[in-house]
């Protein structure tokens, strides 16, 4: 099965704050994707890359940032996080070989007090 | 618009019943995916069925790409079933993954 890997799995932050979700895979997919959904509903795409040094914003606006440096490695960042941002992060990657199927990380439960 | 809709919203199952989840989907989607899921979060891709059928243990997917539609098939359902089930599709000549609102499924025991 995929082996793409977030952390931290949960984390509990003030207000201001600076935070860095990291994700990595390593399946050597260049297609990765940062996806917020609130609990049990709907996920949005807020971030995805085609490959290393390529980043786009998704549907849903976000204050985060991404980057992609290397293939294997899609960090996103909150330069002052707010309570608004509480939320599940997930990151996906897929194979770029024509079928598309995407893999989840366990996702990043943030909670911004 | 590009879209993607499941039904039921919510379902809620005695243990040992069978159920099916559908997924209706835009002429712009393609390339469907079935997602589960569980209860601590973790999203765990179940069926890639652009067409036709496909099946896994208690689990099967069949997909119309011509009437726009695919099913999600639980025989026999257990407790560990529960969670939240997503269709999904890409969006046509484009890049991204468009999801369903989701089915909430609840098993009984």
């Known amino acids: 099965e995929a082996d793409i890997y977030q952390t931290p799995r949960y984390l509990v932050i003030g207000t201001g704050k600076k935070i860095t979700l990291e994700c990595s895979q390593t399946m050597g997919h260049d297609k990765m994707y940062w996806y917020q959904q609130d609990p049990g509903m709907e996920l949005h795409l807020i971030h995805y890359?085609?490959?290393?040094?390529?980043?786009e914003k998704g549907d849903l606006s976000s204050e985060s940032t991404v980057s992609r440096i290397r293939t294997e490695h899609f960090p996103l960042t909150l330069e002052s996080a707010r309570p608004s941002h509480t939320s599940q992060y997930l990151c996906a990657s897929s194979d770029p070989q024509g079928v598309e199927k995407l893999f989840f990380g366990s996702g990043t439960q943030l909670s911004v007090l | 618009g590009i879209q993607v809709e499941q039904s039921p919203p919510d379902l809620i199952l005695q243990e040992g019943a069978n159920s099916t989840l559908r997924c209706n989907f835009s002429d712009s989607v393609n390339n469907l995916q079935w997602f589960h899921q569980n209860p601590w979060g973790q999203l765990i891709n179940l069926f890639y069925i652009p067409s036709g059928t496909k099946q896994n243990g208690r689990l099967s997917a069949t997909t119309v790409a011509t009437e726009r539609y695919s099913l999600l098939y639980i025989s026999s359902s257990q407790t560990t079933d529960s969670g939240v089930y997503f269709c999904a599709g890409r969006e046509t000549g484009g890049f991204k993954t468009i999801f369903g609102a989701g089915t909430r499924l609840f098993v009984k025991a």
């Open positions: 890359s085609y490959g290393v040094n390529s980043t």
